[in-house]
């Protein structure tokens, strides 16, 4: 039996709903609307344009794009020749986005008009890009001069290549943050995206009768992989934006009839706040979905009252089970505030002890995971591969507690991860940047909770004898070189910072001093 018989790769899956359901919308962004089966032609014609500019099966391929029908198109084309998707935070400087492609080893870079030239920038520090592809925007914008054209890869009449494409192929590389300063890229195959969808599918209930707003970044895992290429599987309609912002949120929720809707608590907050929340016509709105943190139990019980037909849903994981791992449903949501649910379909979760057994329950332990969604490792990184497999369970670095029910609640981040608006930050990433400051003897980056940020990264600073440096000054000194959620929002000089007797830092003092 031929190998394509059986196969299923994220590629094949759109030319099926494609099949099912031709004629429905499938994308629109701005002004452009593509049903399904326009979707399915229009990623062929472009995976062939791309393939007439050498890109071939196995090769990275990044993007550095804000939310477009473009990026969308890009992502399923790249799944239908072969080619592993590297999407990119664009929130990043140059050398951090140069880091990545250096990395990945990119033969090709897309971008759209706003980002092309910290693409160009960063390309040009010793990387393997060798070309580019200009990406069409929400709102219209010009080519960049010099690149590839994504109307022209498009309109390509070439057959696409007929390449032997596996379930088991590399898919995609995702770059996460460690506590380590640089960043790990997550290998995640198709078959380990496409059970994640199954599981999205069943869990979260992504259904063919959503109509999505897709307007977190879709360089995240969790906007990419639990709700837009889940919608696509389905057959939902998406809708496409690049700001999640109130004013452009709210009134695109009235205006398309949207049912579906993912964001950080952050968000969702600042919806509440807006001045356009209470005149606006919400009543399709069925669904809605948070992670990154956890959802105050305040909101919880403003959202009930101010959005009662909203069957919230809490998701909880990681780039490295790409991404989701446990949930917390709609009816759970005020019964167990704070907790990240239990494992969903096709993953099994334990919280475990340093000797791998079963913790008691309300005991402290690490969050451990078996699935079919989980990376086949970091790239060209065996070391850290090896410790994250530790045990033939996949260590999430997190700290959590379960209860009588089998509900984890995440306590603490052994890998000391700080989430701030949706975002990961490294503590170690910052600390490094600080203690290039002369005036700087020791720091600690800890990560505060926020009324905005739900939680904020803060400084807490020991200067040198004799050494003056106000809080503005780094900040700034931050801001200039990393991206800006990065820089702390708060920074706090101390004398000493709390330490073990044997000099080990002690963070969850730290963090408990100075809530």
């Not at 980002?115 to 709102?139: C, G, H, I, K, N």
């Not at 045990?391 to 052994?414: A, C, M, N, P, T």
């Not at 801001?479 to 073990?500: C, G, Q």
Request: charged share 20%; hydrophobic share 45%.
């Amino acid at each position: 039996m031929h190998p394509i018989v059986r196969r299923q790769t994220i590629g094949d899956l759109l030319r099926r709903t494609a099949q099912r359901l031709p004629h429905k919308l499938a994308v629109q962004c701005g002004n452009t609307r593509w049903s399904y089966a326009e979707f399915d032609a229009l990623v062929t014609r472009l995976a062939a344009g791309l393939a007439g500019r050498g890109i071939r099966h196995g090769d990275r391929v990044a993007i550095l794009a804000r939310n477009s029908h473009g990026f969308a198109a890009m992502r399923f084309a790249l799944a239908r020749l072969g080619a592993v998707l590297v999407p990119i935070n664009f929130m990043l400087k140059a050398d951090e986005v140069a880091y990545i492609l250096r990395h990945a080893g990119a033969r090709l870079l897309a971008t759209d008009s706003g980002l092309a030239e910290l693409a160009r920038a960063a390309a040009a520090l010793d990387t393997q890009v060798q070309d580019f592809v200009w990406l069409p925007s929400e709102d219209p914008s010009d080519p960049a001069p010099g690149m590839a054209s994504f109307d022209e890869l498009a309109a390509c009449t070439d057959p696409l290549p007929d390449t032997p494409l596996a379930s088991t192929d590399l898919a995609q590389i995702v770059y996460t943050s460690g506590t380590e300063s640089s960043p790990k890229g997550a290998m995640l195959t198709h078959d380990a995206v496409l059970w994640q969808y199954v599981s999205c599918c069943i869990n979260a209930e992504v259904a063919e009768h959503d109509v999505a707003l897709h307007a977190l970044p879709l360089y995240h895992c969790a906007q990419l992989d639990v709700f837009f290429g889940p919608a696509v599987y389905i057959g939902s309609t998406n809708v496409i934006t690049a700001k999640p912002t109130p004013d452009n949120l709210l009134p695109m929720m009235a205006a398309h009839g949207i049912t579906s809707f993912f964001a950080p608590p952050t968000v969702w907050i600042a919806l509440l706040r807006s001045p356009l929340f209470d005149t606006t016509d919400l009543s399709q709105l069925a669904k809605g979905y948070y992670g990154a943190s956890i959802m105050p139990v305040e909101v919880l019980k403003e959202i009930a009252r101010r959005l009662p037909q909203v069957r919230l849903w809490n998701l909880y994981g990681q780039t490295e089970i790409a991404p989701l791992a446990t949930m917390l449903g709609p009816d759970d949501q005020l019964r167990k505030p704070g907790s990240a649910g239990r494992a969903v379909l096709n993953v099994e979760t334990r919280v475990v002890d340093d000797d791998m057994r079963d913790v008691a329950v309300g005991e402290v332990g690490e969050i451990v995971h078996r699935s079919p969604h989980l990376m086949l490792g970091y790239f060209h990184d065996d070391e850290r591969t090896a410790a994250a497999f530790t045990g033939e369970w996949f260590h999430s670095g997190d700290l959590g507690v379960i209860d009588e029910e089998g509900y984890i609640s995440v306590v603490d981040r052994k890998k000391d991860m700080i989430k701030t608006g949706g975002e990961n930050v490294a503590s170690r990433e910052v600390e490094e940047m600080i203690y290039r400051l002369p005036q700087v003897s020791e720091v600690a980056v800890i990560g505060l909770p926020d009324a905005k940020w739900v939680e904020a990264v803060t400084a807490v600073v020991v200067l040198k004898a004799g050494q003056t440096l106000s809080e503005d000054a780094l900040i700034a000194h931050c801001s200039t070189h990393m991206a800006a959620f990065k820089a702390p929002k708060r920074v706090i000089f101390t004398d000493a910072l709390p330490k073990n007797p044997s000099g080990k830092l002690l963070k969850r003092q730290l963090r408990q001093m100075h809530v």
